[in-house]
């Protein structure tokens, strides 16, 4: 079993900077985000190879959220710039292990963006 805990959410205006961080009890495969906004489905944001080799990103976020990880200390971080009010949503951690099969998620932090 696998613990995430997220945290580095808040509140900006439009245009400012969060980094969200995701720690991880143990080791783990895959590794990414998601959001979920007020009213709509939770949507893939981000993720990132075991290596940190390959990173994909949710087409709306491209060139101003940047994923990365850290394997000795099982985190894994999401970089958040010019952020919009459309980014307003919880932000989801997971987390998955090609060994057992099993995926993982955090309880979420809260990004709010205010224009």
């Known amino acids: 079993q696998v613990q995430l805990v997220e945290s580095g959410g808040g509140s900006v205006q439009a245009g400012g900077s969060l980094t969200l961080s995701c720690a991880a009890s143990g080791r783990f495969y895959g590794a990414g985000w998601f959001r979920q906004a007020p009213g709509k489905e939770r949507e893939f944001v981000a993720t990132?190879?075991?290596?940190?080799?390959?990173?994909y990103y949710k087409d709306s976020v491209k060139g101003r959220f940047t994923i990365s990880r850290d394997n000795a200390k099982n985190t894994v971080n999401l970089q958040m710039r010019s952020l919009e009010p459309e980014d307003t949503a919880v932000y989801y951690c997971?987390?998955?292990?090609?060994?057992?099969?099993?995926?993982?998620w955090g309880q979420g932090t809260q990004v709010t963006v205010s224009s």
């Open positions: 990132i190879s075991f290596n940190g080799g390959s990173t």
């Open positions: 997971y987390a998955s292990q090609i060994w057992t099969g099993k995926n993982y």
